[in-house]
């Protein structure tokens, strides 16, 4: 399945939760600061993807194979990016460029 990777989805995801925090009257440079620190934890996330999709959940070893790390990485990314939004107080909003929820 094609993830929507572009930049237009990024810049619709800071759009929203930037958004958010003026909807809550929640103000300060840190804050946008934590913003954009989601947005790196999202581009993170995209690229441990690419990798598991390139090279699979198991990857080549010098003793066999072993688990990729970046199936590791990416549960501990979404964790994170979890933990930002929940301490902003903001939730993810559905993607509504009408295509069906497809990415």
Not at 16 to 38: A, N, P, V
Request: proline content about 2%.
């Amino acid at each position: 399945m094609a993830r929507n990777k572009s930049a237009a989805q990024r810049k619709r995801i800071e759009t929203d939760l930037s958004k958010q925090l003026k909807d809550k009257e929640i103000k300060g440079t840190h804050y946008e600061d934590l913003i954009q620190d989601y947005l790196s934890f999202w581009d993170l996330k995209n690229k441990l993807i690419d990798d598991i999709e390139k090279n699979g959940v198991k990857v080549s070893g010098m003793h066999g194979p072993k688990s990729n790390t970046s199936v590791n990485d990416l549960n501990k990314t979404n964790a994170q990016m979890l933990r930002i939004l929940s301490e902003l107080g903001l939730k993810a909003a559905p993607d509504d460029d009408g295509d069906n929820g497809e990415w």
